[in-house]
């Protein structure tokens, strides 16, 4: 079981050893200015990622048996270079599969999946029109399916970058969809909260998270879009009764919702519930992206009644954390939000 | 009392005459392609305008002693030309100031604007903030402001554009704020609501609607933008225990709101409250255009199942009416959303 | 059978009857300004429109069991208004079934469609690749399939808007591909040319080509590059031993076509095969609109060697007919493309 | 008194002894590549920046008691780095009061302050309209005003960025103003010349200049066009007689003086001023970039005929400085303008 | 000689006679609603167009001997349709050469060409640069182009569109370099000069003003850009002495001048007098189209304190009149700068 | 003779000597981090660059006598730094004339350039226009352009960035042009590849190729465009008979080939061969950096079925080499375009 965290480091001194499981996201060998070879390996465990080094090639406690994807068990020590922490690896060999678990090992959501995905299971059984529900039971019912939903991030790194980062997106946004809908009499409730559950269904098989967060060929040339409209197209198909004109909407809502030609959807959002969709899914991103600035700014030490830097997410504008702001909030206070 | 309403001259009777009263918004005189000469007026009342003419110019019951913004009484029948529809004018004169309601002559909002305006007090009596209680109460307890706040549509054309529009769109968006804002712990409640309800209190100077509605010289020259943060930022001075920091933030929504400097805000949103009174305020005038135009095409007579024409307000898309393309909707069903 | 075509009448007698067959795009009671009522019809044939007029809506020998999308027999005469040729009718009737020729009735393909249908055939009786024919020859055996393919239109305006329209535009692009395909060895040429046949295959249900050219319900909402590929991804499933990783690659052509986001394209080309397709689409597409102006300039009298006016489908600029201009070309030539 | 400037090091022997003040912009402690922990300086003074290195951190001889925004006395020698010039620190301590000049230790303008700033006096003297000279008059007699508007730089890095830049970027415009005027007679001069004065006069709270120059949060939040608008609007209205209609385009010039809404200007010019005071603004700023271009390129040893890098100030565009590309420049020629 | 205009035509009495001579810009044989035969004119002078009607095609005091571009004296009267003027040709004849002014019968600067000419000879004069001096004098020496360069508008439609216009605009803008070029050092005040002298020398060929004002064949395909740098370049490659660097910088002036890729320049300006002739061509190029667009409304009767309607030159902005707005203009105010 | 290429340095065993040829990039004096001092070098030949570095710099077997421009024997052996290589200079002097080939030492074209240059001749042969035949003669005949047609670089980064990319270039796009032409009869072959010879022959004089690729400072300041359209203005202008209708189209492809104003073409494509030019210059140049760069990917190792890292030159966009994916190709495949 792994109890030290990459995130933990920053306190510990220097040259005092430590054992703990990392998952190796590079390992290349490399000289310094004056000629020395070392091994440089990118480290990361749930918490974020380290640089470690590895001095001494010849050192028999050092296993040369691992690779990218591996797990690793490592003892070491912490280092500082240019205010940069380092690992200074003095032991390492392959972990059993026993002995480290996953989800400790990748960044990772806050909430428990089995609740997120009970969750999910109740808002479809909430729905009154029976076709939508049947499509959507006869999808998360598919077990290779329902496993990668719960495991897939939502992006590679603009916001919900972890695993379990699509369901809590998506939660998030059904919470949302359904306290917007009954302001608009002219939405279609379950209509909304079907294009919720279904617009990112693609990232399932658009990327893959084995070995850090990547895009496959497949979701780079077809992207999400396009493959998560076809698996609900095929879906509706093998349902003998399904709407035809229903399916179209279907389509319609994961076509496009992100809102924009120059987004990467073909088409524009046409019908109200398409509308909707595309704002909150825009919207619940961007306050994600938010708040998750405004963790590391907390976490990396600055005042909370400062500026952030410049946010890439949210086209390269600073933020200012309201309550931090107006001195309503502890420098540590931790808002995870009830989703 | 005004009960004929130029909605209803579509179904009347070529030649038979009625009696009505109507706003002059233009007065010209005219001549035919053989030079006939003949006034041309246009006429309006809350459904809609309509084209008079006047053939007789020396007729002694036609006065001339009327113009553009005069409320008349009109005696006329109706015609057709190219498919549309034109007032033949016999009889018209200067109404008393008794004989007609203005609400009656300019299109106004089917809300009663009584209840929306407790409405709006009874949110800014929710408010567990006292700053910005007090700011609110104290805007909207000058008399002006509070007739203005009441009467001013919300836009020139794009949404909401009749009387009683502005005070219309703050009650939608402040009900859609109150179910957003506990999805998100990081907003403050009472910031944005403060925001929702002054972001657009610059259009009561920026527009006028004494004879239709236009963009009054300092409205073009400034900005509803502009004159909103003016006001906003006076009244907070008047408080003398107001925090200057949170004064800093409500001038920042009032600036931000637009969400991009092209569409004329000097800021991008930098705060929670400002992102989310952005998107909200887009979306909320966004499904109106929609409701709208669901609506002028049942008017029109189009199937429910058909795509409207080009939506100038969302961009040129062609628009799908959800309901009515399922077949869930009577042609001529009126949803007023309840806001 | 139809002997005299709308394009005639520019040089018929005024008052003088003739009769012919046409197809009634639009149908619709209208006044002159004096208050007389007409019926105002839109009528077409393969070689333009013409504005029609009923003046005498009582005439026995006017049919009133007509609409939108029927084929008249009509007696009439030309007259002018505003240099603009009008249709008075003096008698009308629907056409019966085996009086008239549809392809006669809309603007059609100048080529014989027998014959650029089995050079498409040709085409992919040549690939080398047996999966890629297998695929083609799959869906081009559908006869569903096969009969729209001939009939549909490339276009509702820009380019190859007509009858036969996409058939003649791929046939084009097919030799155009086959020429340039050896040039870069890089390229794949059966890939390439299974992308040429497949890219538009989706036109063929978001269009429809009845009454006039227009927009169905499912083609504005999803559009040809989504109902293509969803064709051909659903081909392909069929076929037990097409290769997935061939699959991805068909799909993503058509996918990326149009060459950008904002043409509609949810994805750039990425293969080489894509790149070129998306070029020699675009060239062709020009090369026919420019082509398409600088003979509707000859049929309007414009002088060979003047500037065009501003071409919508090029970006608004002007043209200049190089043949014409260097004084090689005979006013009335007409030069169709061997393709 | 300090004697030794940052420009002056390049030409120093490495190794050798000298003793000067700096402010301190950055400090950090750091190790070497091979763990060997150092304190990292940024210094700088009113001639440029450079490195500080301190390597003995136990030394007596330096002092702990020093922060980001002192001032030090320093004793150190000059070494290089990859070419770049570093200051090797033998001794420091914080400065006293009198010992260091803060316009000896960020840069500053050229020109004397004093002289600009009866310049700016002697153009509200000329005045003729007599709201507008009381309204600058009442203005720049506010001690607080005056003294930050002598200060201020005129922004953080794109043009006169230095103490004084503000001044010397509006003397440059009211001389430039003052002969563009006359050469069109519907320019209003003194309006003119009163948006000359006010149009930046926000940068005064935008920007603070005590350490480094920096955007304030406040300045952030709202921005300069805003913080100065309502400065001059609350002016104009403590005037008792200033006419409601002129405070407007006095308002209207400082909203709309960046030129496009993409620049963060909520109003387009719409009137003559408002386009004049946007063009120059512009030219004047794109003139001093220019000619700081040219001195910096002349001070690293460029050759007077070569193209300069690319300029961020302009467009990433290569500039080329005529008089050096002609010949008819030495090389150290400096062209102070006689703003 | 001409003594009745078209801009007097307005005030003039329905049916009363008069003689003038016009110019004809477009004939075209029309029918009314009604079909009767009529042929339509548009006529013109310098004070603007009116539609001219002919009913009696066979009245033999209608010569049929005349067409676009003929000179014509007609007799006729005024009237009105649909508020517009039109004039009834009662008599009309082809005009003899002498008895008419091609001056009066186009639009055409306000000021004395000769004067204007000799200014310009008058800057050139000035120069010290014996290289550029000998360059222009060279160039304007030439009979064609100084014909030519007197005659020339400066636009077809956006600003100064009329006969002289590009000399008007010429010197305008010499007069303005001429101010701006003291203010900043590093400008070579003849070098800029000779850039406002050639700047638009290729419109003398891209322009032509006989029959209107139209773009050439040559002008359309390759732009006034084009063909004045190379008339330009081929006299300095005419001149034995002209010194090579110098010529480049001539050259690159012309290219630049439009200031952006986007606007037809192939080169962003890149020395100090190409920044400024591409800032103040610019700018005079707004302030007459704003000048224009005042004179117009004040024409048109518009208040003097009103807003204009969205001016096209303007990128569709509205303009206020700063004096008429103020009150300190007389409606009927004429300025003409004194350039 | 030089017979050891940088590319070959990859796979040399750290320390062991060899002896060969480069050309001088560069040459700066430098200190490591510990102050030592060494001499910096950027070497090149055609295959690619190298740095070097000598560390004893007074020794007397490295000469001082040599400068940036020079090529030189070098005496080296190679060490890796960060992952790339190094070359530790141990002697070097610099080479005779007689020594060293320059095509030898800049990356340039791998086809024969006689060949090359002989194909370009054999399609001028084919031409049967004369007076296209007769320019494009005379301008190839002039020694100089033969020479630097010869030798000059397509481009400085984007496509064909070698010696003799140019020719290569218009070989390949001739050979293509030849291809399209037959297809589009309303094409002008000879003017088409007239204009495919013509359109970069600017770059002759805006480019140098003495030391690396760099732009002249004429290159900068005019453009290729320009330069190209004046040399071949200028010939034709040097042949009496040549028809001035048929120059103006000559011209107009040389300035439109970019095809677009923000490419810096100052007038978009107006006739067919201007458009079919402008699409296969794209075209052309795209598929050779997509050959590059599956070239390099392959040359770094990559496995033939991955994506490449995003492309600068094709937009940022991955790229899928089809051949590789599909398993068609050996990893070490090299496949040269038979142009």
Redesign the interface.
């Given at each position: 079981m792994k109890d030290i965290y990459i995130a933990d480091l920053t306190g510990f001194e220097e040259g005092k050893f430590f054992d703990s499981f990392f998952l190796v996201l590079q390992k290349?060998?490399?000289?310094?200015?004056t000629?020395k070879p070392y091994l440089n390996l990118i480290l990361c465990d749930k918490t974020g990622q380290v640089e470690g080094r590895v001095w001494d090639l010849s050192d028999p406690r050092i296993s040369k048996e691992f690779d990218r994807g591996d797990v690793v068990k490592v003892r070491g020590s912490v280092?500082?270079?240019?205010?940069r922490l380092q690992l200074k690896v003095d032991q390492l060999r392959k972990a059993f599969a026993a002995e480290a678990d996953k989800s400790d090992l990748m960044p990772a959501t806050n909430y428990d999946v089995a609740v997120l995905w009970s969750e999910l299971l109740g808002f479809v059984e909430s729905f009154t029109d029976p076709h939508l529900k049947l499509l959507l039971s006869t999808i998360l019912a598919d077990p290779q399916i329902a496993l990668a939903y719960r495991e897939a991030p939502a992006a590679k790194q603009l916001h919900h970058a972890w695993l379990g980062g699509l369901l809590e997106h998506v939660i998030?946004l059904l919470?949302?969809a359904d306290?917007?809908a009954?302001?608009?009499?002219?939405l279609?409730r379950d209509?909304l909260l079907t294009g919720v559950i279904l617009h990112d269904i693609g990232k399932v098989r658009e990327l893959s998270w084995d070995t850090g967060f990547e895009y496959t060929?497949?979701g780079?040339?077809?992207?999400h879009?396009?493959m998560g409209?076809?698996l609900a197209?095929r879906t509706m198909d093998s349902l003998p009764k399904f709407?035809p004109?229903?399916k179209?909407?279907v389509?319609?809502m994961i076509?496009s919702h992100h809102g924009k030609?120059?987004?990467?959807?073909?088409?524009?959002?046409?019908?109200?519930?398409a509308?909707?969709l595309s704002?909150i899914d825009?919207?619940d991103a961007?306050?994600q992206a938010?708040?998750s600035e405004?963790d590391k700014c907390a976490r990396e030490g600055k005042r909370a009644?400062?500026?952030t830097g410049k946010v890439w997410a949210l086209?390269q504008?600073?933020?200012?954390?309201?309550?931090g702001?107006?001195?309503e909030v502890e420098e540590s206070d931790s808002?995870?939000?009830?989703?």
């Open positions: 290349q060998q490399r000289t310094t200015q000629n280092s500082r270079f240019n205010d998030s919470k949302l306290r917007v009954p302001q608009y009499p002219i279609h209509l060929v497949e780079t040339l077809l992207g879009i396009q409209a076809v197209e709407p004109r229903l179209m909407l389509v319609h076509l030609l120059e987004f990467g959807s073909p088409k524009l959002p046409m019908i109200p519930e509308l909707v704002f825009d919207l961007k306050m938010m708040t405004f009644d400062e500026l086209d504008r600073q933020l200012l954390n309201t309550r702001w107006l001195g808002r995870k939000p009830e989703i």
